[in-house]
């Protein structure tokens, strides 16, 4: 029995990963449904209700790595990289719940043409992000590796693509908006908004290290 509890023992953490990835998609998708039908308040309710139902579903997914990372022995790949990967995929449905909260905390009332650019980003970043770890399982035929590094490209294109939207965002909102209170809100969201996709990005930098070590 003893020696049984000593033997080495990889885990689930390749499915765990891939869960919590469509667990983001999720909220993800939810998020964009949300503020794509913000001027019904009941469509409004249900999909922001569906983002932190995600968010919560992921955690437990976060808690399950974390608790084997602590009774397995030999981990598929680097403990540190487990660690890390699973923090900076909550990192990316957290921010969705905050950018979903914000809009109801500040009682913003309609969505800009902005706020729905950076939100498809960041929808498609998340896509991607679930795609790229579902490739983790087979990393090591090259194939797959390659695959695996052409989706952490997209990501990045993405993120590049929701800075310049940001920054366009940001020059269009202190040259025309007038309302103080509104300027503050947009600021706030525009900025958690491109945050997203700085997450992503962080997903995706660690994905290509596993990637390159590991394939």
Do not use: W
Not at 2 to 25: A, D, S
Not at 141 to 148: C, D, F, L, M
Not at 169 to 189: C, G, H, N, P, Y
């Amino acid at each position: 029995m003893l020696f049984g509890k000593l033997l080495p023992r990889e885990g689930n953490f390749f499915e765990l990963f891939n869960q919590h990835g469509m667990h983001i998609v999720d909220g993800a998708r939810s998020f964009m449904l949300m503020i794509q039908n913000y001027a019904d308040l009941d469509q409004r309710e249900k999909y922001a209700n569906e983002v932190v139902a995600a968010e919560r579903s992921a955690d437990r997914v976060t808690a399950e790595v974390n608790r084997l990372l602590h009774k397995t022995f030999i981990t598929p790949i680097d403990r540190e990289q487990i660690h890390s990967l699973i923090n900076a995929m909550d990192d990316i449905l957290d921010l969705l719940q905050d950018a979903t909260e914000t809009m109801s905390l500040y009682d913003v009332r309609s969505m800009t043409e902005e706020v729905l650019r950076l939100g498809d980003l960041s929808a498609k970043c998340c896509e991607r992000v679930q795609h790229a770890v579902s490739l983790l399982p087979k990393i090591s035929q090259p194939a797959t590796a390659e695959a695996a590094i052409k989706t952490c490209e997209e990501i990045d294109k993405l993120e590049s693509d929701a800075d310049r939207v940001m920054r366009s965002a940001m020059s269009k909102l202190f040259r025309e908006e007038t309302d103080v209170r509104e300027l503050i809100k947009l600021k706030a969201i525009y900025e958690q908004l491109e945050s997203i996709s700085d997450r992503c990005e962080d997903v995706a930098n660690l994905i290509e290290g596993i990637v390159l070590e590991n394939s």
